[in-house]
């Protein structure tokens, strides 16, 4: 793997290379990494700014040991000009999460978030029907599942509301009979499998039911659409729990934890979400455009703002 990414190297000869995890992530790469910005810099390959991309500042590798928080910070300080947080500081920020008893030299940027898809930005739905069940494939998206058939069986007498259960391409065959089985004669309900626009699904109706992973959490966001938020993890793991639950201080929804799951306590907090009034919280979703402006700053210098990139600092 080291051989063909030098190569790569050798042949593209890069000004700009963006890491994504590292080091906050797995250390299986870091040797080959760290390989990688050493024969970059050994090369003086013109003005080369090397950013590491975290995946989520919530992630559950920031809850690490304090030699661990260390390690990532000497990572940083030697081998990176920056960091680059898919995040708004409004909603997380990174030294929230990652507190090393080192100083990280380099400069931090909150760029946003980064929406999985486009396609449903600019949409308006004005015709908002029923609930939507977007279930992730985690430890607990089958009971949750299996508890929304069962939640729309009390819900469809007292509502009339329609629901429909988007079940992950994860899940799917596995649980298709199953479910269809235990759906059979539910007035109301309609099963998607795999599809492809998750947020549409999720924009086009009146309430949601779903996880709280980073790309969901997105959706979340940019829908408007009031959500009972299920975060799919382990009682040990901390990442999407407390994503839930800066949403729900945002005025998202609700939250119901797995392991209070089933048909009778969804039914009742779908009940209660139907009178909630969601908040318009607005938080930066354009990520990817911000990335693609702090590279081109680093790359050609021209905004007075931000010296630390680019001609602030040669690799040669």
């Not at 015709?127 to 998206?141: P, S, T, W």
């Not at 939640?151 to 629901?163: C, D, N, S, V, Y």
């Not at 499998?193 to 959490?217: G, I």
């Not at 354009?286 to 210098?301: E, H």
Request: hydrophobic content about 40%; aromatic content about 6%; charged content about 25%.
């Amino acid at each position: 793997r080291l051989t063909r990414l030098l190569a790569e190297v050798d042949a593209i000869k890069p000004r700009v290379l963006l890491v994504d995890g590292l080091p906050f992530g797995s250390k299986s790469d870091a040797d080959d990494i760290m390989s990688l910005i050493a024969k970059i810099r050994d090369q003086h390959l013109g003005e080369v700014m090397v950013a590491a991309i975290s995946d989520s500042v919530m992630s559950d590798q920031f809850y690490c040991a304090e030699k661990e928080a260390d390690w990532c910070a000497r990572i940083l300080n030697s081998c990176f000009d920056a960091v680059i947080v898919r995040s708004d500081p409004m909603f997380a920020r990174f030294e929230e999460f990652f507190q090393p008893n080192i100083v990280v030299e380099i400069p931090v940027y909150h760029v946003g978030f980064v929406p999985p898809s486009e396609a449903t930005a600019d949409r308006l739905f004005s015709d908002r029907r029923g609930i939507a069940v977007l279930a992730g494939y985690g430890q607990h998206g089958p009971r949750l599942l299996q508890s929304s058939i069962e939640a729309q069986k009390i819900l469809r007498r007292t509502t009339g509301e329609p629901m429909t259960i988007v079940v992950p391409g994860e899940l799917f065959p596995a649980m298709k009979d199953e479910l269809e089985k235990q759906a059979e004669g539910v007035a109301g309900l309609t099963l998607k499998y795999d599809v492809a626009d998750e947020e549409f699904e999720m924009a086009s109706a009146r309430w949601c039911v779903c996880c709280c992973n980073e790309r969901t959490a997105t959706h979340v966001m940019r829908s408007d659409t009031p959500a009972i938020i299920v975060p799919d993890a382990p009682r040990n793991q901390q990442e999407n729990t407390e994503r839930a639950r800066r949403l729900v201080h945002w005025g998202a929804g609700r939250m119901l934890m797995p392991w209070h799951v089933n048909g009778a306590s969804l039914a009742n907090e779908i009940q209660q979400l139907m009178k909630f009034e969601r908040r318009k919280a607005r938080f930066n979703l354009q990520g990817a455009d911000n990335v693609a402006r702090l590279i081109s700053q680093a790359l050609y210098p021209q905004d007075p703002l931000h010296p630390e990139l680019g001609a602030g600092r040669r690799l040669h």
